[in-house]
């Protein structure tokens, strides 16, 4: 994955955007914490980690996290 936007009262219109690397041999990968814009909106990932998934819970998709990997 290489960019995520949203739209919405909810931010529950989800865009992704998502690219290919073969290079890419994904290490110590684990989910992040839930993410909402209620409680500030914005995930930063360490550097040289990459989201590999996401998902969400809640109603309207509220709540979001990621799988995230070191490459």
């Known amino acids: 994955m290489t960019g995520i936007s949203c739209e ?3 931010c529950d219109a989800i865009a992704l955007r998502c690219g290919y690397n073969p290079a890419a041999q994904p290490q ?3 989910w992040t914490g839930w993410v ?3 409680n500030g909106g914005e995930l930063r990932f360490a550097a040289g ?3 590999q998934a996401a998902e969400c ?3 309207n998709c509220d709540n979001k996290r990621f799988y995230v990997c070191r490459m």
């Open 8 to 10: 919405g009262g909810y």
């Open 28 to 30: 110590d990968c684990h």
């Open 36 to 38: 909402s814009e209620e």
């Open 49 to 51: 980690y990459f989201a």
């Open 57 to 59: 819970e809640g109603s």
